[in-house]
């Protein structure tokens, strides 16, 4: 009898131990789990070498990788710092991911963070991603800092992502979702990208990324032929990004803080959204958002101001393309800058907020099948009284409804509404003002 309590408190250990939650162990090295868990001792410095190389790896279903205050360095070419797949997760809260190869060749191709395959999961609380030699002025190129794969799912939490690489990099996203399913889920936190071609959040083939109070720069220079700085970028159907309270800008030419193609949506609320480059051609504006090929863009509360030249403020081009605009100010500074352009089929329903531009035009509707619909929308055209240009213009055969607002003008014979080529244009109760010398008449068709 004496013995039973020593055995039953034996039992009851035991038992504890099977029943209780798996204890994980001190990971190996190389880190590698399959199936199984290990915690990576933290303060613990991971450096990961040689090319293709994995830092953090887990797989299989059980998997888990806890790997919380340690220093993940990526020191060769191809190298990913933390891969989950097969439904395995990995925990990288306070912790430090960056490059530390010093060349172009050792740089290249690199992955921060990366969840590949249905139910695999990486998550970031309080850490940082830097991914490009560390002087910043060193080129590399086709780095990914984030990745969700194949429907695997990351969420940051209050996690920079810093994308080096230098002005002559080409391909260096900072988050990239690709494939349906796929998922990355960022509160807080900045994003930055500085090469050409190179995306802040991208999302595509049905991948998708949801930003709350996260902020996104990106200076990339493009050309007409290579793609500058976006620091968002939806593109293929199922593909969306859905952002609340962000602040968006980019500087770089051929360069739009939103843009949409091939059927990607964007949907944004309470955005601050600001750009300053160029473009070579009006009908290849570095549009504030742009939206091309039957995408779709939804903008609620919120600003967009842009000052370079073509740097239109918002451009809906397509058929198929959409833009809905709601309680949003659109100011667009620079010559040849319209604040809402529409055109080759596209179309756009505005209602309330203000549509200003100094460009000279402020809406520009054109070809057929182009489509506006403006409610109790305020139209600035702002363009001097040296200038000729327009509130509303609509031509070539595209078509504008007006509800409710007004159109003002201060510019030399600058119509506050114009249909001509074929374009028409209905108007209830809109006010028109025009203060410009010469013929700035109120409606002309």
Do not use: K
Not at 133 to 143: I, Q, R
Not at 358 to 377: F, I, R, W
Not at 397 to 409: E, Q, R, V
């Amino acid at each position: 009898m004496v013995r039973w309590p020593l055995y039953a408190v034996s039992a009851l250990s035991v038992s504890l131990y099977l029943s209780g939650p798996a204890r994980s162990q001190v990971c190996p090295s190389p880190i590698v789990v399959n199936g199984s868990q290990c915690t990576v001792t933290p303060g613990t410095v991971v450096t990961v070498t040689p090319a293709n190389a994995i830092g953090l790896s887990a797989t299989g279903a059980g998997g888990l990788i806890t790997g919380n205050g340690i220093t993940t360095n990526l020191a060769a070419a191809t190298t990913t710092g933390v891969r989950a797949q097969n439904t395995a997760s990995i925990l990288f809260n306070g912790s430090t991911l960056a490059t530390t190869a010093i060349t172009t060749a050792t740089a290249a191709g690199q992955i921060g963070l990366q969840a590949t395959g249905t139910g695999s999961s990486v998550s970031a609380t309080g850490s940082s991603v830097t991914l490009g030699p560390a002087n910043g002025t060193t080129v590399a190129n086709n780095l990914i800092g984030v990745s969700a794969l194949s429907g695997g799912a990351v969420t940051l939490v209050n996690t920079n992502v810093t994308m080096l690489g230098a002005a002559g990099g080409l391909n260096n996203h900072a988050l990239v979702s690709d494939g349906a399913g796929s998922s990355i889920n960022v509160t807080g936190g900045t994003i930055a990208t500085r090469s050409r071609a190179s995306f802040g959040a991208f999302a595509q083939n049905g991948g998708s990324i949801l930003l709350d109070g996260t902020s996104i720069a990106t200076t990339g220079v493009g050309t007409a032929a290579i793609a500058g700085g976006h620091a968002l970028f939806a593109t293929g159907a199922g593909s969306q990004v859905t952002g609340t309270n962000l602040t968006l800008g980019t500087t770089g030419n051929f360069s739009s803080p939103v843009r949409i193609e091939n059927a990607g949506a964007i949907f944004l609320t309470g955005a601050t959204i600001t750009a300053s480059g160029t473009s070579a051609a009006d009908t290849d504006p570095a549009a504030g958002a742009r939206v091309l090929s039957g995408g779709q863009l939804s903008l609620t509360g919120s600003t967009i101001t842009t000052t370079g030249q073509r740097g239109t403020g918002i451009s809906v081009q397509g058929a198929g393309s959409t833009a809905t605009v709601t309680d949003t100010g659109v100011s667009a500074a620079g010559n040849r800058a319209n604040a809402l352009f529409i055109a080759d089929g596209g179309q756009a329903n505005v209602s309330g907020g203000t549509l200003s531009s100094a460009g000279p035009t402020s809406v520009l509707v054109q070809d057929a099948g182009s489509a506006v619909t403006l409610t109790n929308t305020a139209i600035q055209g702002i363009s001097g009284p040296a200038l000729i240009g327009y509130g509303l213009r609509v031509n070539s055969g595209a078509s504008a409804t007006m509800t409710g607002g007004s159109s003002t003008t201060d510019g030399r014979d600058s119509p506050g509404i114009a249909a001509s080529g074929g374009g028409s244009v209905t108007a209830t109760n809109v006010r028109v003002t025009t203060s410009g010398n010469d013929n700035a008449m109120g409606v002309i068709a």
